[in-house]
């Protein structure tokens, strides 16, 4: 029987997440949007998260990541960085974010730290996107990532734990300058055996691997990154100045709306239509029922070798 599986990952609507430039005729709402969230400070470098207050997420870490950033820089130039959480400050399912800030920044909480926690359309999120110079997942396990596709399709660079489906958006790419393919045998580069990937992102390898899981999913590898490589990525996204990361944005956009990224809303329809097509075509009826005579295995194994 033919393999059916076949992969469309997750498409982003590049019309709607956009580069908002001069000429967009949404600029003056994204200006005066831009004005309040910063209380009408301009910054030299802003971080960005956007995703739910949940302990996968790594909230806390990511936050300690910009304090240790942050203690690097002289008084000026801290004044000059900030970071947009957009997302809900408490969450029974995640933490007490307030609380974490102020005990990491004290009375700088509130000049570090902006929070986003209130509902926004697409337009917002957009918006939010154009504002930051760079944005930062480090979600210690994670099926995709949205923040890291729409942030792209933005123009704007990604700082990611390599994990799941981020790496996916890093295009790392092999020995003869390929998109890496994942195999049976090779089921994730979290353990670092390929190190180069587009330039629009500055990955942070995973310092721990541990399996974590629950009832629905049994088993999933846990891969925590150190707050200190977070930060020496974040210091290098600062250091990259303003034209330099544009111009690596851009590159990823160009590469998530292509056909090989396949991240785009139209690319997504595209590839769910054929993937629908090649099933319809090569299905294969099976028989109403079996009967299978079930023998007990002598022992559990791991049918494939694991990369943990």
């Not at 399912?93 to 800030?101: F, I, P, W």
């Not at 209130?118 to 923040?147: F, Q, V």
């Not at 399996?211 to 996204?237: F, H």
Request: glycine residues 8%; neutral net charge; proline residues 4%.
């Amino acid at each position: 029987m033919k393999s059916l599986i076949s992969y469309v990952p997750h498409g982003i609507n590049e019309n709607h997440f956009r580069p908002i430039t001069e000429a967009d005729p949404l600029f003056e709402e994204y200006k005066k949007f831009k004005g309040e969230l910063l209380r009408g400070k301009e910054y030299d470098f802003v971080l960005l998260f956007n995703s739910r207050n949940i302990r996968r997420k790594s909230i806390p870490d990511t936050m300690l990541a910009f304090k240790t950033f942050l203690d690097t820089l002289n008084d000026e130039d801290k004044d000059k960085c900030v970071f947009i959480l957009h997302t809900q400050p408490i969450d029974d399912n995640g933490t007490n974010l307030l609380a974490v800030g102020e005990m990491l920044f004290g009375e700088e909480f509130e000049k570090r730290i902006i929070f986003s926690d209130k509902a926004l359309g697409t337009g917002g999120i957009c918006y939010l996107y154009n504002m930051a110079d760079a944005t930062i997942l480090l979600s210690s396990n994670e099926g995709w990532g949205l923040s890291m596709t729409e942030s792209l399709m933005c123009g704007t660079m990604i700082i990611g734990n390599v994990t799941g489906g981020i790496q996916d958006q890093m295009k790392f790419q092999d020995h003869s300058g390929n998109w890496i393919e994942i195999k049976n045998n090779f089921s994730t580069n979290h353990q670092g055996k390929y190190k180069k990937c587009g330039q629009w992102a500055l990955p942070v390898f995973p310092s721990n691997i541990s399996i974590q899981g629950s009832v629905p999913t049994p088993y999933i590898a846990d891969d925590r990154c150190d707050y200190i490589d977070a930060a020496t990525a974040i210091s290098e996204a600062r250091l990259l100045g303003k034209e330099e990361r544009d111009r690596r944005g851009l590159l990823g956009r160009e590469w998530v709306t292509s056909k090989e990224a396949g991240m785009s809303s139209q690319n997504m329809a595209s590839n769910f239509m054929m993937s629908m097509d090649y099933l319809l075509k090569n299905y294969e009826p099976r028989v109403r029922y079996q009967i299978i005579k079930i023998k007990p295995r002598k022992k559990r194994y791991l049918p494939n070798p694991i990369s943990f």
